[in-house]
């Protein structure tokens, strides 16, 4: 049972407060992806008065030595973290790693890489320090994407000083236990001591002078990490673009627009602007509202649904598509001429653009300070105009939109996006790691669902978190999502259990524009509407960040697959959940 004190170092600073961290942004590279990972949930969950290091570089005698992470905890200790990204294995007293491109062996085991550089580390604080260096101190190994035996047994490694994949989001508790029952020491952690090691950590000048199904799961997430540092990458593009004021950025699925967008939102916040964040979708303005929550300050007056942001000035309620469509975008822009001028929007930013019609925008840039001239930013993606409202320009007067190409393909895994790659255009790059292959399950489009939704048992049998899946249909809602429906429960309880992460998402692919997940089972039980079922079709095969299994009738998925097959399956391999191949 956990002490109060280990309580209080598990609880999250409710205003997003950072630990310490040196450096304060470490440079990350891809073949340092699985750091990165273990070094944000770190810096997310350690208490304030904990020190967080990375790559700690150590001289001692004739050795040289780099610790990966390094944690002080005052109070309680310190904790000694080497990281191994991959899949990681013991074959025979050999330790071996695999990564996207191959299986190598590692010069020695991973504990025995820790201890030697923890030893190092107390010699050399002591010899620097003037004094004996007795806190307690804990070796720890930690495997973020491979799955630790639980009965492991060594004499050279304990089990509870390993963190695999399912421990990650409790390493603080980890790392306490490990400290306080392995620790080597004999006292607690001085604040004032760990202040006086600072100096000596991080001078200016320089620190101390298995199964195929488990290789997929680890590639996956290591290549998810790549994807994430690819993504911030694109804050190059909104430095090189920060003076235009009237921006479209053009980009296919994956490309990291909302992202983009959302960066773009903090920049001009910060500046001191009233600034506006719109989209269409309900789950992806909830996921924008989770985003903008844990910024500390300088935040948009709005953020999310277009629809909500006109019932918040005082538009009256209403449903159906007239009232969508036409009145409540009039009753927007009767209202914007009496809005005082401090409420009015300094800049508009639209993620998901092309989903608003042209009586949107001229309703929504009317409440803005300048509506001809003032700053607009519209990230969008006319390849995915699945609701057919998109007429090619934003407003019928005012300055026009820079158009600014946002090319590169980071969300998907390279066989994922092969898929798709022929609507993105010749001019996309696809810049995600070469991935698990995609797979199809051939079945009638009147079983799709059933089978679709037995590939999830199947996964889930395979390793992958029920939290890492989502099932989308094309036609009908799966009967878990239209229970919501019925029950009225998608804003009480539907969305918010999606965007905690917590378990398996049924969904339709209409309503998950701009979200994500690891893996998407995409149900093709058919279309209500054939002309628009290519870019349903594009939306859903974008979602998967790592697999996707794409289940249906193949004569459909043709037909749907537009003009000169623009989405082709070709690659694909073939699969069945029930653990034997379709062909028996």
Not at 283 to 289: A, E, K, N, R
Not at 365 to 377: H, I, R
Not at 411 to 419: C, G, L, S, V
């Amino acid at each position: 049972m956990l002490s109060g004190s280990l309580d209080r170092l598990l609880l999250r600073d409710q205003e997003a407060k950072m630990v310490r961290c040196y450096p304060p942004e470490p440079e990350f590279t891809d073949k340092t992806a699985a750091e990165k990972k273990v070094w944000e949930f770190l810096r997310r969950s350690l208490p304030e008065d904990a020190l967080l290091f990375h790559s700690v570089q150590l001289r001692h005698q004739r050795a040289e030595h780099e610790i990966d992470l390094l944690v002080l905890m005052p109070g309680v200790g310190v904790a000694v973290i080497e990281v191994k990204g991959g899949l990681i294995s013991v074959e025979n007293g050999t330790w071996y790693q695999s990564g996207t491109k191959d299986k190598h062996a590692l010069k020695q085991s991973p504990m025995a890489q820790v201890q030697s550089a923890s030893h190092a580390l107390r010699e050399l604080l002591g010899t620097h320090m003037g004094t004996r260096f007795t806190s307690r101190i804990a070796d720890v190994v930690c495997f973020p994407y491979t799955d630790w035996p639980e009965d492991y047994s060594s004499v050279g490694l304990p089990r509870d000083l390993v963190i695999d994949r399912d421990q990650v989001e409790q390493l603080v508790a980890h790392l306490h236990t490990a400290i306080e029952e392995r620790g080597v020491g004999s006292s607690t952690l001085a604040a004032e001591f760990a202040e006086r090691m600072v100096r000596h950590l991080s001078g200016d000048t320089g620190p101390f002078g298995a199964s195929a199904a488990e290789v997929d799961y680890a590639q996956a997430m290591s290549n998810e990490d790549v994807q994430e540092m690819l993504t911030s990458g694109q804050s190059t593009l909104l430095s090189c673009t920060r003076s235009l004021t009237r921006v479209q950025y053009l980009g296919g699925a994956g490309s990291g627009k909302t992202w983009m967008a959302m960066k773009k939102a903090k920049d001009l916040a910060k500046d001191g602007k009233r600034v506006g964040i719109f989209c269409y979708n309900k789950g992806l303005g909830l996921y924008l509202q989770s985003e903008v929550e844990t910024w500390r300050q300088n935040k948009p007056v709005h953020v999310g649904e277009f629809h909500e942001y006109a019932r918040k000035l005082g538009v009256p309620d209403g449903s159906g598509p007239e009232y969508f469509e036409v009145e409540l975008p009039q009753h927007l822009l009767a209202l914007a001429s009496k809005l005082p001028e401090a409420q009015k929007l300094d800049a508009v930013i639209v993620d998901e653009a092309q989903d608003f019609a042209s009586s949107w925008w001229e309703a929504l840039l009317a409440c803005t300070k300048d509506p001809a001239n003032g700053e607009v930013y519209a990230f969008m993606d006319d390849r995915q105009d699945v609701y057919r409202r998109w007429d090619g320009q934003f407003s019928s007067e005012g300055t026009p939109l820079v158009p600014i190409h946002v090319d590169d393909n980071l969300r998907n895994t390279r066989r994922i996006a092969d898929t798709f790659k022929e609507i993105m255009g010749h001019h996309s790059k696809l810049r995600g790691g070469e991935g698990c292959a995609v797979r199809y399950v051939n079945c009638a489009t009147e079983d799709a669902v059933d089978v679709a939704s037995d590939c999830i048992d199947a996964l889930l049998d395979e390793g992958w978190a029920n939290n890492q899946i989502a099932l989308l249909t094309t036609n009908r809602r799966h009967p878990i999502h239209q229970d919501h429906f019925d029950n009225s429960t998608i804003d009480s309880e539907y969305w918010p259990a999606f965007h905690r992460d917590e378990e398996e998402f049924y969904g339709h692919v209409l309503g998950f524009k701009g979200l994500e997940r690891s893996v998407v089972v995409l149900c093709v039980n058919g279309f209500k509407d054939m002309e628009r079922a290519t870019e349903q079709l594009y939306v859903g095969f974008s979602r998967a960040r790592s697999l996707l299994v794409v289940v249906g009738d193949k004569e459909l998925i043709d037909e749907a697959s537009g003009a000169n097959r623009q989405i082709s399956l070709n690659a694909a391999l073939e699969w069945w959940p029930y653990g034997e191949t379709a062909s028996g």
